[in-house]
């Protein structure tokens, strides 16, 4: 082969060029992210097989598309191309089925050529909806509280002057709204504080922190009417973070106690149950209905909205207790019998 003023040129290296192309399929499978490539007549020359997988079909022309935004995103690119200074990249969402699908439209060479880059974004939408449930839910709970506290606030100024006998009831009730609003920020502080990442462990004695416990609630759950037992059989030794375990004993026994009326009882069982640990708590509380039993762990979630308020519950007692067993390995289950109480089980690995 000779050039222009008859140098010789050196054939392209097929073999070279293949094991390129070669190297290229093997590189665009394994992305997690789909490709398409559309040409300048808008035909699909190139999709990798994530794209087949994101979109569920194959497809040889950008008009064909099955899902609509994405049709029109590829069109839209396509004529914005024809100005002398296209955008360098447009991003839409949409979904397929039940999945969020993100799609990064940009133009390459030859002119007039678009690729289309497609991103499974299911998961991410809902880590996003689940954030901005939580922030509308945590500005709901701190609002109440922090409006009674101003209400109440106000309410003192006057009985003070006008029936001082009235005084130390409203006094009592601002107490209360103000440590239910300690509480609640607590406990927001406590969930990110374990949503953060993962504690130091060490060899950990559960036995020992039930006990520790136990005594803790005892006063106030006397004072309250509450006769507060434990049988514990150690030692139960386990690894992880004593201090995220003694909230999740503590959070069940204050949860408990809460909804247990006057003259109650409380029981808290801790011992070995094969290669687990496992720690009861059980009730003679108002006990919770059945619809609601698979509901009670999550964030802010109530079987009696007003009784909670009433007692100073903050909805997140029992979500900590379920984010603190999983994240040592374990698991909490609850069985209950409105009217009769509730039983809440933690099992978690024994230490080798």
């Known amino acids: 082969m000779t050039g222009a003023r008859g140098a010789v040129l050196a054939p392209p290296d097929v073999g070279l060029l293949r094991r390129e192309l070669a190297a290229r399929d093997i590189v665009l499978s ?6 398409l490539l559309v040409d ?14 994101i979109l569920g079909n194959v497809f040889k022309n950008a008009d064909d598309v099955g899902p609509v935004p994405l049709r ?3 069109r839209q690119e396509r004529s914005r191309l024809e100005e002398p200074d296209p955008a360098d990249a447009s991003v839409r969402h949409f ?17 007039g050529t678009v690729v289309v880059v497609l991103r499974d974004v299911t998961h991410a939408g809902r880590i996003e909806h689940l954030r901005r449930d939580f922030v509308a839910n945590a ?10 506290i101003l209400a109440l606030s106000a309410t003192l100024r006057s009985v003070a002057r006008e029936d001082p006998d009235k005084l130390t009831a409203f006094l009592s009730r601002l107490e209360h709204e103000a440590g239910r609003l300690a509480a609640l920020v607590t406990h927001l502080l406590e969930l990110s504080r374990l949503e953060a ?6 060899r950990v004695r559960l036995d020992e922190l039930v006990e520790i416990a136990v005594e803790r609630v005892r006063s106030g759950a006397e004072a309250a009417g509450l006769l507060v037992s434990a049988v514990v059989r150690g030692p139960l030794l386990v690894i992880g973070s004593e201090r995220d375990l003694s909230h999740l004993i503590e959070n069940l026994l204050e949860n408990a106690v809460r909804y247990t009326p006057h003259g109650g009882q409380v029981h808290a069982i801790a011992n070995r149950n094969g290669a687990d640990a496992q720690l009861t708590v059980t009730d003679t509380g108002i ?9 009670v762990f999550e964030r802010f979630y109530r079987v009696d909205d007003a009784r909670s308020r009433e007692t100073g519950g903050t909805g997140l007692g029992l979500s900590i207790v379920r984010h603190v067993a999983e994240a040592h390995g374990g698991s909490v289950r609850v069985v209950s019998t409105p009217g009769a109480g509730s039983a809440f089980t933690v099992r978690l690995p024994l230490a080798s």
């Open 30 to 35: 394994a992305m997690s992210e789909g490709v």
């Open 197 to 202: 990442g993962t504690p130091e462990r060490s």
């Open 287 to 295: 006990g919770i209905p059945a619809k609601d039993l698979d509901r």
């Open 95 to 111: 979904e397929i089925g039940d999945a969020i699908v993100e799609a990064t439209t940009r133009p390459s060479k030859p002119r």
């Open 40 to 53: 300048p007549s808008g035909r699909i020359i190139y999709t990798n097989r994530a794209a087949h997988m």
């Open 139 to 148: 500005s709901h709970e701190l609002k109440t509280p922090v409006a009674s």
């Open 72 to 74: 029109e995103a590829i």
